[in-house]
Every structure is written in structure tokens, then in C-alpha cells.
């Protein structure tokens, strides 16, 4: 079956430490990105990617980095200038850059101990 | 700047009313708008899309309007069940710096039995 999917579901990391989350898509989708979700709130973009080797920064990218070497493959650092990274995060895919819906993941729950 | 919103946070309706959730956009240019459902923990889900050359759009059960002249959508749910409990956001498209999806803040549905 065709989809997207992140790993870890859940992630505790240390302050000061830098971690990565996984997101890949078998859906052959050129488009990916990547939203952070905080308690109650709506879906923020961090980074997106429209091609391979090539991404943006989305509204609130201090503190992330990604990399876009492979279609399926867009992952998501974590570092340690993220202030305040506790969140739940999602990764999303889209065919190409028409007007069609983004498919999500299932989320990482990122917790800062 | 250029924003997706929402009128309520919370709805709680009856078990087989018909449920309204609003969503006011402020991007005029924006062509392509879509609903979707995220329960609790997971990556949301696509409900229904309505490009801007449409007032209406119906599926299973559920309804999209499309005001344009006063920036204006809604999402109807017929006969409300249990299972449709869940955050709902409104998007829309954008190229603005690049094409991406903006969210609104999103509506809580309760659904009483």
C-alpha cells in the first residue's frame, strides 16, 4: 500500500542534544514538508521541499534543518538552537505542485526531558 | 499577512444533527481550499476540496461551500456520528514564496450521544 510514514511515534530527547525524524513516502510525490503541531493549536510550517536537492524554509525553520537527497526521503533535524522543542510533528507529501491535497503522516511526538 | 482562520474553536452538537464549521481566508489569489480531519494523535485527514471556480461540492455526507465574495467556507456535516468527534481545519493553497498549504487554527466537533 502506498503512504507516508514517520518514525519514531514517540521521541524523548535531551536539552542540548540534536535529533532526527523520519519521514518517507512511497507515494512517488515530488512535493514534501514538514509541520510542527503545539496542544490546541493548528499546523505550522516548518520546511518544504518541491524537488529533490532543493527545499525552503517554511515560517518558523530557526532551529530545524532537512535535507531532500532522495524523493521518498525528507527528514527533519531537531537541533539544540530549537528552544522550545516539545511538539508533535508531521510530515506531509503532495504530487506535484498543482492543486491537489497533501497527504500526512501519523506524527512524531517530540518531548524534551 | 495573508491568514486562514476559524469563527469557533469548540462545536458540540446532538448525535444525528447536522453540523456547520466556519472558515474565514484573507488570500484572495488562493484558487484551491480543503477540509481536513485530524482525531486525536494522528496526522489529519483529507474530507472533501473545492477549487475557487465552485460555490458548492458535496460527498459522503458531508458539504463544502465556497464564498468568495466575503472569503467564506464552511464544511457541513450530515447526521453527525460519534465517530466524526475530531479536529477539523480548513487550507487553502498558496504560491505565495513557493507552493504550499496554509491551515487555519482549527474547530473541535463534539458529538453527544
Known amino acids: 500500500d502506498g503512504g507516508i510514514t514517520q518514525s519514531p511515534k514517540y521521541l524523548f530527547r535531551k536539552e542540548g542534544q540534536n535529533v532526527t525524524l523520519s519521514c518517507e513516502q512511497n507515494l512517488n510525490h515530488d512535493a514534501m514538508y514538514w509541520y510542527r503541531q503545539d496542544p490546541g493549536q493548528g499546523l505550522r510550517l516548518i520546511y518544504y521541499s518541491q524537488i529533490v536537492n532543493d527545499f525552503q524554509k517554511g515560517d518558523i525553520a530557526e532551529g530545524y534543518s532537512v535535507s531532500r537527497e532522495k524523493k521518498e526521503s525528507f527528514p527533519l533535524t531537531v537541533t539544540s538552537a530549537q528552544k522550545n522543542p516539545t511538539a508533535f510533528y508531521l510530515c506531509?507529501?503532495?504530487?506535484?505542485?498543482?492543486?491537489?491535497?497533501?497527504?500526512f503522516g501519523q506524527g512524531t511526538r517530540l518531548t524534551v526531558v | 499577512g495573508e491568514s486562514v482562520g476559524l469563527h469557533l474553536p469548540t462545536l458540540s452538537v446532538q448525535e444525528g444533527d447536522n453540523s456547520i464549521i466556519n472558515c474565514a481566508y484573507s488570500?484572495?489569489?488562493?484558487?484551491?481550499f480543503i477540509w481536513y480531519k485530524q482525531e486525536s494523535g494522528k496526522g489529519p485527514q483529507f474530507i472533501i476540496d473545492i477549487r475557487s471556480n465552485m460555490d458548492k461540492r458535496q460527498g459522503q455526507r458531508v458539504t463544502v461551500l465556497l464564498n468568495k465574495t466575503v472569503k467564506h467556507l464552511s464544511l457541513q456535516i450530515a447526521a453527525t456520528q460519534p465517530g466524526d468527534s475530531a479536529v477539523y481545519f480548513c487550507?487553502?493553497?498558496?504560491?505565495?514564496?513557493?507552493?504550499?498549504?496554509?491551515f487555519g487554527a482549527g474547530t473541535r466537533l463534539f458529538v453527544k450521544a
Open positions: 506531509a507529501s503532495r504530487k506535484g505542485q498543482g492543486n491537489t491535497e497533501a497527504f
Open positions: 487550507a487553502e493553497n498558496t504560491i505565495t514564496g513557493g507552493f504550499k498549504t496554509i
Open positions: 488570500n484572495s489569489a488562493s484558487d484551491y
